[in-house]
Structure formats: structure tokens, C-alpha cells
């Protein structure tokens, strides 16, 4: 039986123990490199797992679709400080390159006033988007 598991944000598939032990000293810096089955363009083959906090984005901005949330709104919705979410936005971001997809054309953020006049972010995600995040939990 294989054993998955994921390293980066890359999907890996071993048969052995043996195999999974030479991935992580591979990743430690040790000189035995261990080969990893790739697709045609020399990259692993499957799309990339999407972290929890992304899904949980994604899932915040759905429920709100079509609405922008602002990213106090945001924060609220997820539990988190307001400071939390530019790394969220990055880390979604480097999911959808790693997925080989255009962030840009998943999620908009615009630049908005809030109540007391002050500039803030607010995030909506697009058409596509939310068909990607459904594919996305299909897999799930």
C-alpha cells in the first residue's frame, strides 16, 4: 500500500518507509536523493493540497459571494487578527501559481473606504473562483 503525504505543498506518493525516510533526509540536507515519479513538464503531477486556512478563506469569501468583505469583516469571520490575513492571501496565492492558476482571476481585492473613512482592502471572490474552491473540495 502507498504512503502519501505532502512536503511543501506538493503531493508525494512512496512505497516504503525506506522511500519516505529518503524524501525527508533529502529535504535535511543529507546527499541521498531520492527519485520522485514527475508528470511530462518534470514537476509533481498532481495539484498541490490546499492548506486549511486557505480553505477557510475561500469558503468566508463564498458565503459572502457576491459581496466584497472587508478585511476587519474578514478577520471576524475567520477568528483571526486583521493582521493575520495578508499571509492567508499569500499563501492562497501560491496555491493557485503552484496549482498552475491566476490567483488574479480566483479572488479580487479592491480598496475601499470603511465607516470612519479610512482606506482598507476588501476581498470577493470571482465566478471562477468558486468553481475551482468546489472542484477543490470534490477532491477532498
Known sequence: MAIKFTING???ECDTPDDVAAIISAMSGNK???TIRTGKRGKASERPVMSPNVRGLLLALKEAHPTDVTTT???TRLNVSPKSLPPLVTAFRNWARN???DPDTLMNRNSVLDIKGKQVSAYSITEE???????ELSRT
Not at 473562483?129 to 472542484?135: L, P, Y
Open 129 to 135: 473562483g468558486i468553481a475551482v474552491f468546489q472542484k
Open 99 to 101: 496549482a498552475r492558476l
Open 73 to 75: 469583516d474578514l478577520a
Open 32 to 34: 541521498r536523493r531520492p
Open 10 to 12: 506538493c503531493r508525494v
